[in-house]
């Protein structure tokens, strides 16, 4: 099952202290630095993607094979300000109940 609430939350606090490392830090880090970087601005991208088009799609939390936040994030992966009208007003279904992964996390 694919963790992208726990991915998210992860890379929210290394963002977070990658900020904060980098107003402490003097300029011109190795090539090392840089390509971790890139490599982290890319898995970000993706973790934006990923949980708020599966939240749109699906409008549920867990599901087959994934589970996201309850809310869209957004470049900062911290909660959007503005929340779609849907999922203020509907909400969202907690888990998918017909899949196994659902089932799992709804009883524990």
Request: net charge positive.
């Amino acid at each position: 099952m694919c963790r992208y609430d726990i991915s998210i939350e992860f890379s929210r606090m290394y963002f977070r202290r990658m900020e904060e490392h980098h107003n402490d830090a003097v300029e011109g880090g190795s090539e090392e630095a840089s390509e971790m970087s890139l490599a982290m601005a890319k898995l970000r991208k993706n973790l934006i993607t990923l949980n708020n088009e599966y939240l749109k799609k699906r409008r549920v939390l867990v599901d087959k094979g994934f589970k996201v936040l309850p809310h869209l994030v957004d470049e900062k992966l911290e909660p959007k300000k503005k929340q779609p009208a849907w999922l203020q007003k509907e909400g969202l279904l907690l888990a998918n109940l017909m899949e196994p992964q659902g089932k799992e996390w709804y009883f524990r």
